[in-house]
T-cell receptor, first 114, second 111 residues
Framework: SQTIHQWPATLVQPVGSPLSLECTVE??????LYWYRQAAGRGLQLLFY??????ISSEVPQNLSASRPQDRQFILSSKKLLLSDSGFYLC?????????????FGPGTRLTVL | GQNIDQPTEMTATEGAIVQINCTYQ??????LFWYQQHAGEAPTFLSY????GLEEKGRFSSFLSRSKGYSYLLLKELQMKDSASYLC????????????FGTGTRLTIIP
């Protein structure tokens, strides 16, 4: 069976500090990988999307970046955090099965920037 | 582009039935998803509709009308644990591997 891991679960960082969130998927190969952010009381916003190693699509302009160094590893980074980067960060994976491209979400990382 | 509209909040009584509506606009339709998200947790998949009509899965059913750009999620025999946000999501165009999510409907179940 497939599992998705994210860490850390919670993080409190000062403004201007760097960030690295990691996501790994087990039990599947060549998945599509996604990073979302969910601000308090708001919907899921797609940040980055990857169809393969080294292939990253940025969906919104921001001070965050993503990398996919291995097939089942997806990393979200920032060199200098802003207050507005606070939120609930979710990693997801998907594999197409026929017409369905269902996404499965990791447990999330709650980031507070102070 | 794509646009998804859902009510922001709803309240229903334990044991009752509630219908959560979703309207959408996409460049090319390739199915509609419903996800459930409890507070502080990740979304979990509930249903997928690609053809018109009602898909039933236990206490939950999902309906789709492609001509109207409309879907609803029907929850029966409501339980307190059904208190959660319900997210409607569609691929922005046909064949797209991404999903665009609505802002979600926060459902509160009262005794």
């Amino acid at each position: 069976s497939q599992t998705i891991h994210q860490w850390p679960a919670t993080l409190v960082q000062p403004v201007g500090s760097p960030l690295s969130l990691e996501c790994t998927v087990e039990g599947t190969s060549n998945p599509n990988l996604y990073w979302y952010r969910q601000a308090a009381g708001r919907g899921l916003q797609l940040l980055f999307y990857s169809v393969g190693i080294g292939q990253i699509s940025s969906e919104v302009p921001q001070n965050l970046s993503a990398s996919r160094p291995q097939d089942r590893q997806f990393i979200l980074s920032s060199k200098k955090l802003l207050l507005s980067d606070s939120g609930f960060y979710l990693c997801a994976w998907s594999v197409r099965r026929g017409r369905i491209n269902e996404q499965f979400f990791g447990p999330g990382t709650r980031l507070t920037v102070l | 582009g794509q646009n998804i509209d859902q009510p922001t909040e709803m309240t229903a009584t334990e044991g009752a039935i509630v219908q959560i509506n979703c309207t959408y606009q996409t460049s090319g339709f390739n199915g509609l998803f419903w996800y459930q998200q409890h507070a502080g947790e990740a979304p979990t998949f509930l249903s997928y509709n690609v053809l018109d009509g009602l898909e039933e899965k236990g206490r939950f059913s999902s309906f789709l009308s492609r001509s109207k750009g409309y879907s609803y999620l029907l929850l029966k025999e409501l339980q307190m644990k059904d208190s959660a946000s319900y997210l409607c999501a569609v691929p922005p165009n046909f064949g797209n591997e991404k999903l665009t999510f609505g802002t979600g409907t926060r459902l509160t179940i009262i005794p």
